[in-house]
């Protein structure tokens, strides 16, 4: 996993929406990944991390805190303005975020540790339930 400052953090962030935004791919040096659309495992390859569990590691350091929150709130915004424009699977993204539909809402104190706890918590489950079947 890579360590480097939030401030550069935040600019790799938005490298990484920028390039997937404006060209339907990111590259990580010479090797193209098409992308369509923003995603945490996108993401997470761009910034170098060997799994989606650096987010969280990021997430819970006070210095990382406000800016991986920041990359969560960018991946709500792009399913949220595919919501608006009537995207059908739009709804299916924003459905990770606490407080969409059919998301039991604890708290309003939403936090980037919190959703990817659930996220493994749920693909532990999923895992556990094909071990099973």
Not at 23 to 33: D, H, P, Q, T
Not at 81 to 106: R, S, Y
Request: glycine share 6%; proline share 3%; charged share 30%.
């Amino acid at each position: 996993m890579l360590i480097i400052d939030p401030k550069t953090l935040k600019l790799q962030i938005d490298n990484y929406f920028d390039q997937v935004e404006e060209k339907g791919c990111f590259y990580i040096g010479e090797v193209r990944y098409a992308q369509k659309e923003p995603a945490i495992t996108g993401l997470a390859l761009f910034l170098g991390f060997s799994g989606k569990g650096h987010f969280r590691t990021y997430a819970e350091n006070p210095e990382y805190e406000s800016v991986m929150n920041y990359a969560l709130l960018r991946l709500e915004n792009f399913y949220e303005q595919l919501n608006i424009k009537g995207i059908a699977n739009a709804k299916v993204g924003l459905k990770f975020f606490k407080g969409w539909e059919d998301m039991p809402q604890t708290n309003n104190n939403f936090t980037l540790a919190q959703f990817m706890k659930d996220e493994y918590e749920n693909e532990e489950m999923e895992s556990e339930r094909r071990m099973a079947d």
